[in-house]
Nanobody, 126 residues
Framework: QVQLVESGGGSVQAGGSLRLSCAHSGFNVRTSCMAWFRQAPGKEREVVAA???????GYADSVQGRSSISRDNAKNTLYLDMNSLKPEDTAMYYC????????????????????WGQGTQVTVSS
């Protein structure tokens, strides 16, 4: 059974940092795409970062240079480290997994993912 559980969200001031975590189980992370998405009120869901085969990564332009996606296979955990946070980063953040073996940049382009977590809220104040 696939499970994804996000944590680490919270309220921070602009310029601050957060580490989001996604504890997962029930699939082989090495042969899957995993990604972080976010959705702000009134806006469409957008991909933030993705990690794929060989732990290759891809990032949306909006977070490039400010965020880092990584995974700890031994701990079955996906991470998203976000720095220099801006008020426009405020959103619900979700992790997702899709069972395809492609590199991170292709994972980033995907919109359809098999499974999703419940989300963790990030609020950045100015």
């Amino acid at each position: 059974q696939v499970q994804l559980v996000e944590s680490g969200g919270g309220s921070v001031q602009a310029g601050g940092s957060l580490r989001l975590s996604c504890a997962h189980s029930g699939f082989n992370v090495r042969t899957s795409c995993m990604a972080w998405f976010r959705q702000a009120p009134g806006k469409e869901r957008e991909v933030v970062a993705a990690i794929g085969y060989g732990a290759t990564t891809g990032y949306a332009d909006s977070v490039q240079g400010r965020s880092s996606i990584s995974r700890d296979n031994a701990k079955n955990t996906l991470y998203l480290d976000m720095n220099s946070l801006k008020p426009e980063d405020t959103a619900m953040y979700y992790c997702a997994v899709d069972f395809v073996t492609v590199v991170g940049n292709w994972c980033l382009k995907k919109q359809e993912y098999n499974y999703w977590g419940q989300g963790t809220q990030v609020t950045v104040s100015s």
